[in-house]
């Protein structure tokens, strides 16, 4: 197992008189090249489970083991971790500074001391990778589009040779067609390299059809964490936190109820054409 989440707690404010607790007896196995959703509403402490995972915070008790390694164990690496471990936080495109998108993607690597040219060939392979052009390359990040920009700060994790990567709502601000070239992407990375992924989503139409896994945050706990077919049968019980299913989901359950043999499991569009067209053959 790449990491391992035992029995991890977080209190916010745990020496004041109002502490919260964030994260409630949390335990997960999240194994070596799985793509894995992270849904949740606001405050349900899927961006604070996935800032522990890289060590940025720290669990009030529990453990966290990467590859065997418990990371809270005296003497443990984290600028290390950090590395195998990469995060790109919402709008990362706000943490672009260079004066070039090579420099601003070669920053990374440069802060591991390695030589200039070793940084510049990660940057090169790291902007190849998210499918940047090359005439940009030399560009002021300030002159890209959202879209562009959103893809050079994935090449920034990525220069530094990542073995999990964990992206906090990767598509937010992005047009329809930008977001769908950012998912896209994301897939492609972890079917090229096989990248562990964990990708923070409100959209469920987003993790309905790339995710091979849903785990759903509620108050700070993992309320569901299976398939997105397991995931979405209990839709009434996601209603009742504040989520909901794919508007598949619903479609298909209205025609059930009309009387129409259909997959009420089917959770994305391709699934119930599928369906729809295999009930009109009959």
């Known amino acids: 197992m790449a990491i391992i989440l035992d029995h991890v707690n977080y209190i916010y404010g745990a020496d004041t008189g109002t502490p919260v607790h964030a994260l409630k007896d949390v335990c997960l196995s999240i194994p070596d090249g ?7 509403h606001t405050g349900s402490g899927k961006s604070t489970l996935m800032q522990h995972l890289n060590g940025l915070v720290k669990a009030s008790s529990g453990a966290i083991y990467y590859d065997g390694e418990n990371i809270y164990d005296k003497g443990y690496n984290l600028k290390k971790l950090r ?3 990469g995060l790109v936080f919402q709008y990362p495109e706000h943490q672009l500074f260079e004066e070039t998108v090579i420099k601003d993607v070669a920053f990374g690597p440069k802060n591991l001391k390695l030589d200039k040219k070793e940084c510049e060939l990660r940057a090169y392979d790291a902007l190849k990778k998210v499918g940047f052009p090359d005439e940009l390359i030399y ?3 300030f002159d890209l589009s959202g879209g562009q920009k959103r893809r050079v700060a994935i090449a920034g994790v990525l220069a530094m040779n990542p073995q999990v990567l964990i992206l906090d709502e990767p598509t937010a601000g992005l047009d329809p067609q930008g ?3 950012i998912l896209n992407l994301i897939k ?3 079917d090229e390299s096989g990248l562990t992924i964990l990708l923070v989503s409100h959209s469920m139409e987003d993790v309905a059809e790339y995710v091979d896994r849903i785990v759903v945050m509620n108050k700070g706990e993992v309320f569901l964490d299976n398939t997105p077919k397991e995931v979405f049968k209990h839709y009434k019980e996601l209603e009742e936190i504040g989520l909901a299913a794919p508007q598949v989901t619903y479609i298909m359950h209205e025609l059930a109820a009309k009387g129409y043999d259909v997959d009420v499991n089917a959770t994305t569009i391709a699934e119930a054409a599928d369906s ?4 009109l053959r009959q």
């Not at 799985?34 to 949740?40: C, D, P, R, T």
């Open 34 to 40: 799985q793509f894995i959703g992270i849904i949740g």
């Open 188 to 190: 492609k990375l972890r």
């Open 276 to 279: 729809i067209a295999a009930m």
């Open 179 to 181: 977001q769908k070239e």
């Open 83 to 85: 590395t195998k471990v």
């Open 139 to 141: 560009a002021s990040p």
